[in-house]
């Protein structure tokens, strides 16, 4: 099945720096979202993107849906300790799909932030 | 938001379990999730309204699910085995699909198999 491959794996910061997680598909995405699981915590939804060439800005977080739909990527400026955590792209399957709901998490990338 | 209990549960191999999941009030398509240390979220089931469920996702016929009413729903596991200690999450969602506003998860129930 589709599968979204997201690097990196491990990012470690110090406070005040940037980060950016990449997430990349081999297929067309009809819309991917992004969640953040806080340590010991549960995925927490941060934004949907659907339209190709999407830029979407949260304060300090822009996220962004490639022209071909087949990538997406999370950059925050000035990470701060509360960023902490890992990130997840999610891929919705295509309404034309029959499991059209199901959402496939990439494997995430874990943000450690040093203050 | 999205209620689970137990949040914590401690069981001996080759007993039976069931987990509990209340959703968001109004939100028709429900959604189980498991999450082994360090992983992702691996997907079980979903239900969407009175519709059959989407059970592709469960590894084994030890689990199953039901949901009530369009409301409640519980998640059992049979016969547990070590390799079933995870986190499992329930999500809820307005409709099947609705990403907007994305997907609502609970704090989930952690199994621990001893």
């Known amino acids: 099945g589709q599968q979204v491959m997201q690097i990196p794996q491990y990012q470690h910061v110090q406070e005040g720096e940037d980060f950016t997680t990449y997430c990349n598909s081999s297929t067309t995405l009809s819309n991917i979202q992004w969640y953040k699981q806080r340590p010991g915590g549960h995925p927490v939804f941060l934004i949907q993107?659907?339209?190709?060439?999407e830029v979407k800005k949260q304060k300090r977080l822009t996220f962004q849906f490639g022209k071909t739909k087949k990538n997406s990527s999370l950059h925050i400026t000035a990470t701060q300790t509360t960023d902490v955590g890992t990130y997840f792209c999610?891929?919705?399957?295509?309404?034309?799909?029959?499991?059209?709901?199901?959402?496939?998490f990439g494997q995430g990338t874990i943000l450690t932030v040093h203050p | 938001g999205v209620s689970q209990n137990p949040r914590h549960k401690i069981t001996k191999r080759g007993q039976n379990v069931t987990f509990r999941c209340d959703p968001i009030?109004?939100?028709?398509?429900l959604y189980w999730y498991r999450q082994s240390l360090g992983q992702g979220l691996e997907f079980l089931i979903y239900f969407q309204g009175n519709s059959a469920p989407d059970k592709s996702g469960l590894p084994s016929d030890r689990f199953s699910a039901e949901r009530t009413g369009g409301s409640v729903s519980t998640l059992t596991i049979q016969r547990t085995q070590q390799e079933d200690s995870a986190v499992y999450l329930c999500?809820?969602?307005?409709?099947?699909?609705?990403?907007?506003?994305?997907?609502?998860f609970g704090s989930g129930t952690r199994l621990t198999v001893v």
């Open positions: 999610v891929e919705q399957v295509d309404a034309g799909g029959t499991s059209y709901g199901k959402l496939t």
């Open positions: 993107l659907v339209k190709s060439g």
């Open positions: 999500a809820s969602s307005l409709e099947l699909g609705q990403g907007a506003h994305g997907y609502t």
């Open positions: 009030s109004g939100h028709t398509a």
